[in-house]
């Protein structure tokens, strides 16, 4: 199916027939989904590695806050030119590049001698998951049609957020192990032989698929783009840990003037008949405006409360590693299985299990925040299931169903910025959330301040209330079905 820049109806996706590409086998989608989940599980891995990293690198405040800012900076301001790429010179060869250097620049992070070489190093490992990711999304979009493009997506959704979960239980059962002496580096050096298996599986199984009129590269959209996010994300990850320097305010400052800078670059080249790095036409298609609407603040969420929860587990419980590690088990699970049946729940209920399961989410988060102010600081793991089972129930229905609504009608040619788009918005909502949320934990759990159990229950009741919002904004979500 072939579209042109300038419009992007509702009605461009392919339900019926083949596929636009080849098909993309079972074996192929279980290969892309590895390449998934590799650069999720590393972006959340190292939250529960932060102390030992800090203990043996010897690094300063910001700089440790850099291990993780400079991956989801890099990865944020570059997938949407990775999607583009992988429609124009082939989503196969994208993918292919992207995984081998995803498993090179890990290489490089696990045997860093140093925290300098280790931030340079993580930043090149999230430019290579952004040149990986989107073209998973555009891979199945080009390959599958029907029911079982649906099913594809939903068990991307699920992907992504089951991977989030194994990035802090792998992370904590790797760093409490120690191998061979080895403290926090196996972490990383755990994706090369992964790496390398997903490269030989995709030589073999992944088809490969292009735009059928590629829209070439927008350069000054490229460029704004990355002054945007860079300007917005750089200050909200280190602003904190600097004492908010004066180019911190500065940059901040900036991003409205480049964020309009790239809407009207973006829209005037449209109008023209250019190849606008985000067509404002794909926005205008109701799938992807209404999910973006309720993606943010569900990202915003989950972010901040992935990163708040095993800081307290860890900081304010002193579980340890593993212990915080082994607290997520519960979520983990009830996660995957809400993931493996949602396609049904879907072509049942619609739209309807977006808000139902942001509902869950609220009351499995109220239910925490419950558990943590009753039994602090004697909280067992058994204590914190429940709340967790919840929790995972209530994900495993938004993540999953939203990325299907999302990309449910968007052309095929715009596979790969559609992906791109969304991904974006992910990884851009995530560092929004851990800025906004996490600065604000740090601060109130502080001594002389709430302390750790009033700042924990505070802000978990706050994401309650932002899993009320996402529950409200998603009934306006169209049927993906």
């Not at 998934?36 to 959340?44: G, K, S």
């Amino acid at each position: 199916m072939t579209t042109n820049t300038t419009t992007a109806p509702a009605s461009a996706t392919v339900a019926t027939g083949a596929p636009a590409g080849p098909a993309l086998t079972s074996a192929g989608l279980v290969t892309v989904l590895l390449g998934a989940a590799l650069p999720i599980i590393d972006f959340f891995i190292v939250n529960v590695a932060l102390p030992t990293i800090n203990a043996d690198l010897h690094a300063s405040t910001a700089t440790l806050e850099l291990v993780v800012a400079a991956y989801g900076i890099a990865y944020a301001v570059l997938l949407v030119l990775g999607g583009r790429l992988g429609d124009t010179f082939g989503r196969r060869r994208l993918f292919l590049v992207g995984l081998t250097l995803f498993t090179l620049t890990s290489l490089a992070c696990g045997l860093a001698p140093n925290a300098t070489t280790l931030v340079l190093a993580r930043a090149a490992q999230g430019a290579a998951s952004a040149m990986l990711l989107p073209q998973v999304l555009s891979i199945i979009q080009a390959g599958t049609t029907g029911e079982r493009r649906s099913r594809a997506l939903g068990l991307f959704g699920a992907t992504g957020g089951i991977s989030t979960v194994i990035g802090q239980l792998l992370g904590g059962a790797l760093v409490a192990a120690d191998l061979f002496g080895s403290s926090w580096r196996p972490i990383f050096l755990v994706n090369v032989p992964i790496g390398i298996v997903g490269l030989l599986l995709a030589r073999r199984t992944v088809p490969d698929s292009r735009a059928a009129n590629p829209l070439g590269v927008d350069r000054w959209g490229t460029a704004l783009l990355a002054v945007s996010l860079l300007s917005l994300l750089i200050p909200i990850m280190e602003g904190h840990a600097l004492g908010w320097p004066w180019w911190t305010i500065a940059l901040l400052a900036l991003f409205p003037f480049a964020a309009y800078g790239f809407v009207r670059v973006e829209t005037s080249l449209e109008r023209a008949g250019g190849t606008a790095l985000l067509p404002p036409a794909l926005l205008r298609t109701a799938s992807v405006r209404h999910g973006l609407t309720v993606a943010v603040p569900y990202f915003c969420g989950f972010g901040s409360f992935m990163f708040v929860y095993a800081v307290t587990l860890q900081d304010g419980l002193h579980l340890g590693p593993l212990g915080a590690g082994l607290a997520l088990t519960p979520m983990a699970v009830a996660y995957f299985t809400t993931s493996l049946v949602s396609s049904h729940l879907v072509a049942r209920f619609g739209r309807k299990i977006v808000p139902i399961g942001g509902a869950v989410l609220a009351l499995g988060l109220a239910v925490l925040a419950g558990s943590a102010l009753l039994a602090w600081p004697e909280v067992s793991l058994w204590q914190l299931a429940p709340a967790m089972v919840l929790v995972g129930v209530g994900n495993g229905m938004i993540m999953s169903t939203l990325f299907r609504v999302v990309l449910s009608r968007v052309p095929t040619d715009l596979a790969g910025v559609g992906g791109g788009v969304l991904t974006t918005t992910q990884q851009t909502s995530l560092a929004l959330g851990v800025a906004v949320f996490g600065s604000l934990f740090a601060s109130l759990s502080l001594p002389g301040a709430l302390g750790f159990k009033e700042a924990f229950v505070l802000v978990i009741g706050l994401l309650a209330a932002l899993a009320v919002l996402v529950s409200l904004l998603a009934r306006k979500l169209p049927d993906p079905r």
